[in-house]
């Protein structure tokens, strides 16, 4: 059974550009959370979707955007990079739990390393 | 605002030595805590979590941590650390109902052999 996977492993932009990273949840799982992982710091929640839709938002502007596919998939689009985009990108997925009960368990990709120049 | 702070940047331990990380949050709620691991170039492995229930969770490799609600702390322990236990690690609290994960920014463990 495949993890959480991520595409592309690393990406290098130039400032302005726009980019998309793909993020495939585990198998059963129907939620997908995005972080970003600044070097030497802990992830920040961009945001989560559910049932195609945004559920929850972090502190990020409104550059950051993302979609949920019908197979729970992902993708997390970036504007107007800055350089201070340039990060980890880490999706996690968590299992369909019972209605109502939180996705507390989240099961994390191996990241997308963007660079921005 | 909701917290989580890991009040060592670094450690270095010898190989066999016990281990213990230390974790803080801010949490006007009952918290629901994780531990998490980050090898160079790779994701977050989840190492335990704690719910509720007994206060000491048990976790993968050997991991252990204790909740202590008077303290506002959740620490890790290992009894006997191995060379490959050297990563990174992050304690997480997950906020309400909204399953968003708050990290702190991590403890860089070293493994002296």
């Known amino acids: 059974d495949a993890g959480v996977t991520q595409s592309p492993t690393h990406l290098i932009k130039t400032r302005g550009q726009q980019v998309t990273l793909r993020c495939s949840p585990k198998?059963?799982?129907?939620?997908v959370s995005w972080y970003q992982q600044a070097l030497g710091q802990g992830p920040q929640f961009i945001f989560q979707?559910?049932?195609?839709?945004?559920?929850q938002r972090g502190n990020f502007p409104d550059r950051f955007s993302g979609h949920q596919f019908p197979n729970y998939s992902s993708e997390l689009n970036v504007n107007a990079l800055l350089l201070g985009d340039s990060a980890l990108y880490l999706c996690?997925?968590?299992?369909?739990?019972?209605?109502?009960?939180?996705?507390?368990?989240?099961?994390f990709g191996p990241g997308t390393r963007l660079t921005v120049t | 605002a909701q917290s989580v702070t890991q009040p060592d940047i670094h450690i270095t331990v010898s190989e066999g030595a016990s281990l213990e990380l230390r974790c803080n949050y801010s949490?006007?709620?009952?918290?629901?805590l994780f531990w998490y691991v980050q090898s160079p170039g790779q994701g977050l492995q989840l190492l335990l979590k704690y719910f509720s229930g007994d206060t000491l969770v048990q976790g993968i490799k050997g991991f252990e941590a204790e909740f202590k609600r008077s303290q506002s702390s959740f620490n890790l322990r290992k009894p006997s650390v191995h060379w490959s236990d050297a990563a990174e690690y992050f304690c997480?609290?997950?906020?309400?109902?909204?399953?968003?994960?708050?990290f702190g920014q991590g403890t860089t463990l070293q493994v002296k052999p």
């Open positions: 997480a609290v997950a906020l309400g109902n909204t399953g968003k994960l708050i």
């Open positions: 979707y559910y049932e195609e839709e945004e559920r």
């Open positions: 949490y006007g709620a009952t918290p629901y």
């Open positions: 198998s059963g799982h129907d939620t």
């Open positions: 996690a997925s968590s299992p369909t739990s019972t209605p109502g009960l939180p996705r507390y368990e989240q099961y």
